[in-house]
């Protein structure tokens, strides 16, 4: 399955830097194309630890894609999604002895969905989201968050979280943890498909109805038009004060 791409990032107004990274990996093989498309929201209250975890979360990536994922597919491909998790694991503890030896705290949270054939797999740590967009916009991963946790458990309303003082606080992120539990999802893919990897960022201040009406107003999907939506729902980011960094990644499944 071909695929059309467009992105955007960009430094939060009440940031020093931008702690945000993301990552689009596509390669032709003998049995079509694959894809990996990552985000990842480095922690902004760990210093400088923080821009530095998520570049080198996508850096150890863009590897594993380039270096790793040839071999890969000339056998079992079945094992590409446990290899996948294998090696986010392993980045969690190459972040972790980083920062010992610099003395730093390192985090950052990661979504990352692979495709392949016509299968997608998500892979997810922290609170960035993944999203699919066909007839309606769907979540496709869970914020692992405490306030997320307490609305699943029915404590708090969804109303409720939104204002939470303690809405910023996750379960679990790379770099921080010794053990991380890497979730991932699974699903088919028939053509003519979005996905859409965010940073928060992005998401919290925009409904899901907010985000696929402006991404689906074009009646073609084309790079032009993809790149035009996210600059539309950044500048509405921009119009309602969002302090923080903002990371997209829109992908078109052809």
């Known amino acids: 399955m ?8 960009e430094q939060g107004l009440a940031k020093q830097a931008n702690q945000d990274a993301l990552m689009i990996k596509t390669a032709r093989t003998k049995n079509g194309q694959v894809g ?23 850096e150890g990536l863009a590897n594993w894609f380039e270096q790793t994922l040839p071999i890969l ?7 590409i999604p ?31 969905i692979f495709i392949i054939n016509q299968s997608y797999y998500t892979f997810q740590v922290g609170d960035s989201r993944a999203y699919l967009l066909s007839d309606d916009i769907y979540q ?15 404590m ?28 991932k999802t699974s699903g088919l893919l028939t053509g003519g498909e979005l996905l859409l990897l965010c940073t928060d960022g992005f998401y919290q201040k925009l409904t899901e109805r907010e985000i696929k009406d402006r991404i689906t107003t074009y009646s073609t999907f084309s790079k032009e038009n993809m790149e035009s939506a996210i600059m539309s729902l950044v500048q509405n980011l921009r119009d309602r004060e969002e302090t923080d960094d903002i990371t997209a990644v829109l992908v078109n499944i052809v």
Do not use: W
Not at 2 to 9: D, M, N
Not at 73 to 79: A, T
């Open 82 to 112: 446990l290899h996948l998790t294998n090696k986010i694991e392993h980045l969690n503890q190459q972040l972790i002895q980083y920062g010992e030896q610099h003395q730093l705290k390192m985090g950052s949270t990661l979504t990352a």
């Open 156 to 183: 708090i309303t969804l109303e409720e979280a939104k204002s939470h003082p303690k809405k910023h606080v996750l379960l679990q992120c790379i770099g921080i943890q010794s053990t991380i539990e890497v979730v």
């Open 73 to 79: 597919l000339q056998s079992d491909q079945e094992d």
């Open 140 to 154: 496709l991963t869970k914020d692992q968050t405490l306030v997320a946790r307490e609305v699943e458990r029915g």
């Open 2 to 9: 071909p695929f059309i791409t467009a992105y955007k990032t």
């Open 36 to 58: 990996l498309f990552v985000v990842c929201d480095g922690m902004g209250g760990l210093s400088e630890g923080g821009e530095i975890a998520s570049k080198m979360l996508v």
